[in-house]
Nanobody, 125 residues
């Protein structure tokens, strides 16, 4: 079965960096665009970043643009989220997701077919 397993979360001070990883199995990874979402306590899940099948197209939420970078390594079936200049508002559970669209990337969580279990990111002030 399809599994997406996130790692790399933790506690970091404001201004610090973390790199999240997502390992995929049970799917033809190169056939999926990949996304990162997050959910803070008491809030809805929100889009963070996405990368297309080819890796050429990416998109970001305005709140993370210029600070976060999404990338993928198809041979290793991995997707990454490099997070720099972290802020307390970035505190959330971060989820990796896979979308089988042919082209481009998607923001709505409903477009995604598979989800990981999440990894906690906590940014202290």
């Amino acid at each position: 079965q399809v599994q997406l397993v996130e790692s790399g979360g933790g506690l970091v001070q404001a201004g610090g960096s973390l790199r999240l990883s997502c390992a995929a199995s049970g799917l033809i990874f190169r056939m999926y665009s990949m996304g990162w979402f997050r959910q803070a306590p008491g809030k809805e899940r929100e889009f963070v970043a996405a990368i297309s099948r080819s890796g050429i197209n990416t998109q970001y939420a305005d709140s993370v643009k210029g600070r976060f970078t999404i990338s993928r390594h198809d041979a290793n079936k991995m997707v990454y989220l490099q997070m720099n200049t972290l802020e307390p508002a970035d505190t959330a559970v971060y989820y990796c997701a896979a979308d089988d669209r042919l082209r481009g990337t998607a923001r709505p969580s409903s477009d995604y077919d598979y989800w990981g279990q999440g990894t906690q990111v906590t940014v202290s002030s």
